[in-house]
C-alpha cells in the first residue's frame, strides 16, 4: 500500500516539474503605418505590424537572450480595407535569415534592452500576399520593410522605420504556444489536483481493502 501511495506521489511530483518546465517562446511585436506603396495599392496608411516568436528553450522572459537563431518565426501583417496582408518568414522553412547581428535581450523585469538589426528572405514564405509569394524584408531601422522579391517589383515602407531597432519601441516579450503561424490553443496538463486526488483515493481503497482482509483472518 505505501508502496503504491509513493508510486502515485512520485507521478505527482513528475507531471508538477514537467508542467513548470516546459520550454516556452516568447513573442515580441512592433507596430507602424504604411507610409508609402509601390505596385501595391491601398495600404497606405493603414496598420503595419512585425511580430517575432524566439525560443531558446528556457521558461521565463527575465534576463534572457535571444540569438537570431534562436527565431521561430517573423510575422509581417499589414491592414486593408478587402485584402489585408499576413506573410510568415520561417527560418527553418527555407527562410534566409543570414543579414543579422545583435541580439534579443531582456533585464530582470523581463523588459527588452536589446534588439538585432536583420533582413531577409524567402522564396516561399506562408503568405496571402495579392502581388507575389517570393519576398524579401528589412528589420534594420533603414530600409522599407517589405518587398516583392527581386527587389523593383513593389515595396510598402513604414513610418518611424527607425525604431524597429529600438528595444523600448517593441512590446516584452510575452509566451505564445509554439508554432510558427502565431498562438496556438496549448494542450491542457493533467491539472496538479487531479493527480493528488487520484493518489487519495487510491489510499483510501486500498486502506479500506486492508480492513476488509484483517476483518476475515
Known amino acids: 500500500m505505501i508502496k503504491q501511495i509513493t508510486s502515485v506521489a512520485a507521478l505527482v511530483a513528475v507531471a508538477s516539474v514537467s508542467q513548470v518546465a516546459s520550454a516556452a517562446p516568447f513573442s515580441m511585436t512592433w507596430t507602424s503605418t504604411v507610409s508609402i506603396e509601390d505596385t501595391y495599392s491601398g495600404y497606405v496608411g493603414e496598420s503595419a505590424t512585425i511580430t517575432v516568436v524566439v525560443d531558446n528553450g528556457g521558461t521565463s522572459n527575465v534576463s534572457q537572450v535571444w540569438a537570431t537563431t534562436d527565431i521561430v518565426s517573423l510575422t509581417f501583417s499589414f491592414g486593408h480595407a478587402t485584402t489585408p496582408i499576413t506573410t510568415v518568414f520561417d527560418p527553418n ?3 534566409n535569415f ?52 527581386p527587389m523593383g517589383n513593389g515595396f510598402l515602407e513604414v ?16 509566451p505564445v504556444a509554439a508554432g510558427p503561424a502565431g498562438p496556438v490553443e496549448p494542450v491542457p496538463a493533467l491539472p496538479l489536483v487531479g493527480l493528488v486526488m487520484a493518489a487519495l483515493g487510491l489510499g483510501a481503497a486500498g486502506a479500506a481493502g486492508l480492513r476488509r482482509k484483517q476483518a476475515r483472518s
Open 98 to 149: 543570414a543579414f543579422a547581428s545583435g541580439q534579443y535581450q531582456t533585464d530582470g523585469t523581463g523588459a527588452l534592452t536589446a534588439v538585432p538589426s536583420m533582413a531577409g528572405d524567402e522564396a516561399a514564405p506562408t503568405t496571402n500576399d495579392p502581388i507575389n509569394s517570393s519576398l524579401e524584408w528589412f528589420v534594420n531601422g533603414l530600409n522599407g520593410i517589405y518587398y516583392s522579391f
Open 93 to 95: 522553412g527555407g527562410g
Open 159 to 174: 513610418n518611424n522605420v527607425g525604431t524597429n531597432t529600438d528595444p523600448g519601441s517593441w512590446s516584452n516579450p510575452a
